[in-house]
């Protein structure tokens, strides 16, 4: 028997598939900026600048980390590409950049064209929902590293903001206020946690007494993006710095954008930690110093503003559908 790229575990014409099934989708994302077509060796953006004076470019990339194991346990794989692409807009809108393209990466154990265009879907929903072109990415079939009912992930995304409107709490000053803002769940971060926790005490098809949908479903829900009630507020506040809290919680992230000499005070009781974080915290008897370090504990984004501003950003983020308190200051 004559070996080929095939018995070794690459399907070469998988892939070609995948590629066909996939374009339609990833076109829906074009917009008039975009110069080249699926396939090309290199993605071409071109870019209007005649409304900048200074313009920056501003770019991020991540992962979900193992939040893909819950999808892969459920067998679902439409929302994880949204989780993607929503934590990387919301890595560089907290910058002031407005996004412009995203690019994927996915390596499969086994390349399967259904569950691929599953992925797809979610990376197009989100892109458009962004207003993001997704204008390239790379899939790879890696047998032997990864178990084929197996992949990973990781997106890179590109945007832009005029030099003088870039936020980074260079203004933050002493008694500032922090408004939090509801996160959907864990969001992308502390997976590894909660699944030795949950799943070593729950069935992922449960659905548990103050739930509204089975376990699995509770952890696979959508990283939110916060571009939208972003660039509202950006438009009718004087924000001193954005925090969108991934790993490493509120504190860790929040000291971020903090200047040298000042730190952050955080009233924890400000808000009702949400079910899914006191399940966790309950069923692994974990300290609350170790929670706050770990999970975004129901705040996925802040905004920091001088202490005048903070009905009118609660205001606004309620018109979102988005409920806000005021979680801590500046000190």
């Not at 679902?76 to 890595?91: A, E, P, R």
């Not at 952890?219 to 809290?245: C, D, G, P, Q, T």
């Amino acid at each position: 028997m004559n070996s080929t790229y095939k018995s070794a575990g690459v399907d070469i014409k998988a892939g070609e598939e995948s590629v066909s099934r996939i374009k339609s989708l990833v076109k829906s994302t074009f917009s008039k900026n975009v110069l080249t077509d699926i396939g090309h060796f290199g993605a071409l953006y071109e870019m209007d600048l005649k409304s900048y004076s200074n313009p920056v470019l501003v770019s991020s990339v991540d992962g979900v980390g193992t939040k893909l194991k819950i999808a892969f346990m459920l067998d679902k794989h439409d929302t994880i590409g949204q989780d993607l692409v929503n934590h990387c807009v919301n890595d560089i809108a907290v910058c002031g950049a407005k996004p412009l393209y995203f690019l994927d990466y996915i390596a499969f154990g086994k390349l399967i064209p259904d569950k691929f265009v599953k992925i797809m879907e979610g990376f197009t929903k989100a892109c458009k929902e962004n207003e993001v072109a997704l204008i390239g990415g790379e899939t790879a079939e890696m047998p032997g590293l990864y178990d084929e009912n197996e992949y990973d992930m990781s997106g890179t995304i590109v945007g832009i903001v005029e030099k003088d409107e870039i936020i980074n709490g260079k203004n933050v000053l002493k008694g500032d206020a922090l408004i939090g803002i509801k996160s959907s769940g864990l969001h992308t971060n502390g997976y590894s946690l909660a699944r030795k926790i949950l799943l070593e005490n729950y069935d992922i098809t449960e659905t548990l007494p103050g739930f509204e949908l089975p376990l699995g479903e509770e952890l696979l829900r959508v990283h939110k993006s916060y571009l939208k009630l972003i660039n509202r507020l950006k438009r009718e506040i004087k924000i001193k710095a954005f925090s969108h809290v991934t790993g490493g919680g509120i504190i860790g992230n929040t000291k971020r954008v903090i200047p040298g000499g000042l730190s952050i005070k955080i009233d924890w009781a400000a808000w009702k930690l949400p079910e899914i974080f006191e399940l966790i915290q309950k069923t692994g008897n974990i300290s609350s110093d170790e929670m706050r370090l770990t999970f975004n504990l129901g705040i996925g984004l802040i905004a920091i503003v001088s202490k005048n501003d903070v009905d009118k950003v609660i205001s606004i983020a309620k018109e979102f559908s988005e409920p806000a308190f005021e979680i801590g200051k500046v000190v």
